[in-house]
């Protein structure tokens, strides 16, 4: 298949370039500044361009664009540069989908659009919650309305991304080698986790299997923060005694401490699961193991 990456230099996006590749697909790269290379076509989002003759002969357009949701506090400008980094590339590339003939959209999204679930099991059947993540998401996956009476397309509410380098495990396993790591809040809160070669799988199976509408990227074995916190203190063989209080997260971080570290979602991956998709990490311990060797 010739497929075309949008978000192709980020951390999901460069490895998905390089599995696509072994497994014989073509892939060509948006990018937006001049194409410099035999792989890449220019387009520019918030102008609504994509140069000529870029989905010619496409057979699946690959959305991941997105800036980070934790990069910086969110400010109401900064909640608006997060929703527009997302929705105006899905817009613009949705509409090229429709207008081109190209058979597949898969288009990232969050599992955040659930909102915070407390202890209930959820699949992608679950309607939308609250709160600025919830809505984002809605908003990021109605933008890929264009090309659905034409077009395959496949929304990625991916979890959270243990891998060796980026995704959380990136971020937080210097404060576990330092002696810092910890649980947060009450840790009852649920992380729908997913290691990053079952992710970088997932979304190709999405891609050569005939697979629509919402799918979870999550192993099958959410866990709280708490068994998160040991298992990966146990894998670096760090003791993991400290607290991060919900009022300090609250007052140091706001919004992203109310609703990406307190919150959690306990959700599965039906559609995979159903579609057969096997897990190569379906327990966190192997994942964090992999993560630490990786």
Partial sequence: MRVVIAGSSGFIGTSLVAALRGAEHEVLRLVRRRPSAPDERGWDPPAGRIDAGALDGVDVVVNLCGTGIADKRWSDARKQVLLDSRTVP?????????EHGVPVLVNASAI???????????????PSGTGFLAGLCRQWEAATAPAEQH???VR?????????????????????????GGRVGDGRQYMPWISFDDAIAAIRFVIEHDVSG?????????VTNAEFTRTIGHALHRPTPWVAPAFALKAVLGDIAEEGLLAG???IPRVLEQRGFQFLH???GAAVAAAVEG
Avoid: H, M, W
């Fill in 90 to 98: 899905t817009e613009v590339l949705a509409a090229a989908v429709a």
């Fill in 112 to 126: 955040g659009y659930y909102g915070n679930t407390g202890d209930e099991v959820v699949d992608e059947s679950r």
């Fill in 151 to 153: 077009a395959r397309v």
């Fill in 156 to 180: 990625l509410r991916t979890g959270l991304i243990i891998g060796p380098s980026g995704g959380l495990f990136g971020k937080i396993k210097p404060l576990f080698s330092f002696f810092l």
């Fill in 214 to 222: 919402p799918v979870n990227i999550t192993a099958p074995s959410p």
């Fill in 265 to 267: 979602q306990r959700a």
């Fill in 282 to 284: 379906p327990a966190l």
